[in-house]
């Protein structure tokens, strides 16, 4: 085999680019995640409703979750922090729930309306790898102030809504495909519901949104 002047040096420079490449493409875990989340509900009806919280993807980090599901009267407050992907052993969750939980299992077995009246948003920000969707049908009443704010280094989700009919909402904080979903929240309720919630994802600093 015949090397061209230069050819050594050009082969040790791929190898030296390859070898780069693989140092700087990120791992499922090592993708920097946060979420702060303040929640508070008090329905009256039917809830069916789910948050997961994990650090890191299989059988590694940490992971919490928690739902109520029935028929009866919910009051219920919850308030979130999660660091993920630092692969550094500063991972962590802390989460808080505090609630009142009545049972009323006659009150609310039938649905409330028939309306045919529906309200629905979902907003999406690709760059810090967050979505945030509410619907509403079957509508007595809504009264809803939901903001949005998006830019490609943050999201801000505050939402409050009274509603009497069937709300459903959810969440996903996830920063790209080969980062571990450090939030999942899905919920489903009918009758009636106050609901404050705000959530904040990103590279800015978490903790700066104020309790509802």
């Known amino acids: 085999m015949r090397w061209w002047p230069g050819s050594l040096t050009l082969g040790v420079l791929i190898i030296f680019i390859i070898a780069g490449t693989g140092i700087l493409v990120p791992t499922a875990n090592g993708v920097l995640q946060n979420l702060t989340e303040h929640s508070w509900i008090y329905s009256q009806g039917i809830t069916d409703d789910m948050r ?8 590694h980090g940490q992971k919490l979750v928690t739902g109520t599901r029935g028929t009866g009267t919910v009051s219920r407050s919850i308030n979130a922090q999660i660091y993920g992907g ?5 991972d962590s969750i802390f989460m808080n729930e505090w609630g009142v939980f009545q049972n009323r299992p006659s009150r609310y077995s039938a649905p409330i309306t028939n309306s045919e009246l529906k309200n629905a948003l979902c907003a999406k920000n690709y760059e810090v790898g967050s979505i945030y969707s509410e619907s509403y049908s079957g509508l007595v009443e809504l009264i809803k102030d939901t903001s949005v704010a998006q830019t490609d280094n943050n ?5 409050h809504s009274e509603v009497e009919g069937t709300a459903r909402v959810g969440a996903r904080v996830q ?3 080969k980062a571990v979903p450090i939030y999942v929240m899905s919920g489903a309720y009918s009758g009636y519901l106050n609901m404050r919630m705000s959530l904040e994802s990103g590279n800015a600093s978490v903790l700066t949104l104020p309790c509802p």
């Open 175 to 177: 920063k790209g495909s």
């Open 52 to 59: 997961i919280y994990q650090t890191e993807a299989g059988f």
């Open 155 to 159: 999201s801000v989700y505050s939402i």
């Open 86 to 90: 630092s692969n550094d052993g500063n």
